[in-house]
């Protein structure tokens, strides 16, 4: 099992509203991600970062914003929520590809599944 | 284009059975192939690793080959269980980066009924 947690799993909430979504990791990774999930889609990368204040957008344009204060926390941040951004959202880590042996395996969490009414 | 195509889209058969779910990409360069079982409602769990060199690999009931020739995959599933039903997503890494840019396909989903 991945040691790495998201918090909500589930979260309803209105048009407006900021939310944040919680990712932790106890792997000691360097890299994490945000990817968006929906329905029968790929996953797409939001926003990735390397290491402690690093932090990138990813391929798909979203309005959160994410912050990198400490290695094992990478919380998502939507200052005003829209329907449009109903979705899942899954976190997920990795170790450096420069590490030896290691292929970039990458841990996902269970996901938090955000309804904006 | 990079990308990765998965078929079937969907896909039923009965528990004890076996089947074969297809990948091809077109990713370039190529660095690693993965297939990740992701059950309704929960995070994408890695299977299987694969590297260039690498022509099969096994996880248990689960046996994935890689063709870096023609780029195709496929993931086998032997004895299918109940606990099978999932979709199952095939992800091909490039080489352009240390990041390594990971494609993703949409997922075949199955399901395994009694």
């Known amino acids: 099992e991945a040691d790495i947690y998201q918090t909500p799993r589930y979260l309803v909430i209105g048009t407006g509203k900021k939310i944040t979504l919680e990712c932790s990791q106890t792997?000691?990774?360097?890299?994490m991600y945000w990817y968006q999930q929906d329905p029968g889609m790929e996953l797409h990368l939001i926003h990735y970062?390397?290491?402690?204040?690093?932090?990138e957008k990813g391929d798909l344009s979203s309005e959160s914003t994410v912050s990198r204060i400490r290695t094992e926390h990478f919380p998502l941040t939507l200052e005003s929520a829209r329907p449009s951004h109903t979705s899942q959202y899954l976190c997920?880590?990795?170790?450096?590809?420069?590490?030896?042996?290691?292929?970039?395996?990458?841990?996902f969490g269970e996901g938090s599944r955000l309804t904006v009414l | 284009k990079n990308q990765v195509e998965q078929s079937p889209q969907s896909l039923i058969i009965l528990e004890g059975k076996n089947c074969t779910l297809q990948?091809?990409?077109?990713?370039?360069?190529?660095?690693?192939l993965r297939w990740y079982k992701q059950d309704t409602g929960r995070g994408p769990v890695s299977l299987t690793i694969?590297?260039?060199?690498?022509n099969t690999k096994s996880n248990g009931r689960y046996t994935a080959t890689l063709d870096a020739d023609t780029k195709q995959s496929s993931l086998h599933i032997t004895a299918s269980q109940l606990s099978d039903s999932a979709s199952y997503i095939c992800?091909?890494?490039?080489?352009?980066?240390?990041?390594?840019?990971?494609?993703f396909g949409r997922g075949t989903q199955l399901t395994v009924w009694p």
């Open positions: 792997m000691g990774h360097d890299k």
């Open positions: 694969m590297t260039f060199s690498e």
């Open positions: 997920a880590s990795s170790e450096s590809r420069r590490t030896s042996g290691n292929t970039g395996e990458l841990f």
């Open positions: 990948c091809n990409y077109t990713v370039s360069p190529f660095s690693n």
């Open positions: 992800v091909v890494s490039d080489r352009g980066s240390t990041l390594g840019r990971l494609y």
């Open positions: 970062s390397y290491g402690v204040n690093s932090t």
